[in-house]
């Protein structure tokens, strides 16, 4: 199924002081001489949310968090929830990204979780899934990714604005991608898992990829069936960079 309109997602992770704010002044004043023809976020660390959001304000530019705790408040220090990120004005939040189900032995159970808390909140979950090296070597790409789109999805997405992240890890900040066939056939899975899983109504979701997208891939990769965006690191950070990947979409 084609969308029409694709999503093209920066994540900053921990990177960005206020200064780069510069980069958010630059790409609105680009998306204002030329509007972009698909939605375009940017998710910086949670000490930016607010100023990103006041940045982008009055442009076509959304801001979204990283994560998410599952609970809606207490005792959790260091968290941040769905309802502080919409507070401080997110309208989307990445969930279940590698490196934290990772370094923070998040597992699809949490991710469903945290996804579930983002809709409660009216915030858009990216919910992200994909395999590692290892499990690629050894044939299971599609299966591990199709498990995880069954298990990390809450039924509480259908009806609501909200996106599946296809990221291999072993293509994340290693400047490797997977070939255009490989990421045809993992989206399709992950198209027909969430068929099964959500029935119709999740047709409309964009499935993003993410991985090692640049300037000079982007386009290629962008007009793969059932590739609906992006979900960009590295190249997120300078407007130089992303302009032309949402120029692409
Ligand atoms: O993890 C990613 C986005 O969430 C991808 O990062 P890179 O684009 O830097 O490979």
Redesign the pocket.
């Known amino acids: 199924m084609k969308q029409s309109v694709k999503l093209i997602a920066g ?1 900053w992770k921990m990177n960005g002081l206020g200064a780069s704010l510069d980069e958010v002044a630059v790409l609105r004043r680009a998306l204002e001489a030329e509007p972009a023809t698909c939605r375009v976020a940017l998710c910086p660390p949670a000490t930016l949310v607010e100023r990103l959001g006041a940045a982008a304000r009055g442009s076509a530019i959304e801001v979204g968090g990283q994560d998410c705790r599952a609970e809606p408040h207490g005792a959790f220090t260091g968290s941040v929830s769905a309802a502080m990120l919409k507070d401080a004005g997110a309208s989307l939040v ?1 969930v279940g ?3 934290r189900r990772q370094e923070f032995g998040e597992n699809d159970g949490l991710v469903a979780a945290k996804a579930e808390a983002a809709v409660l909140a009216s915030l858009a979950p990216i919910i ?1 899934v994909g395999e590692t090296l290892e499990q690629r070597e050894a044939g299971k790409a599609v299966a591990v990714v199709r498990d995880q789109v069954m298990n990390s999805l809450p039924k509480a997405v259908l009806g609501r604005d909200f996106a599946v ?1 296809y ?1 291999p890890v072993w ?4 400047g490797l991608t997977p070939t255009l066939e490989q990421i045809e056939e993992v989206h399709r899975a992950v198209r027909a898992a969430m068929l099964e899983r959500l029935g119709l109504g999740s047709a409309a979701a964009p499935i993003l990829y ?4 640049k300037p000079d891939n982007a386009r290629d990769i962008l007009a793969v069936p059932e590739v609906g965006g992006a ?5 997120s950070l300078k407007a130089a960079d992303f302009l032309p990947i949402i120029r692409a979409a």
């Open positions: 994540n990445i990204h590698s490196e992200c992240a990221e293509a994340i900040g290693t993410g991985g090692s997208v979900l960009v690191g590295g190249a």
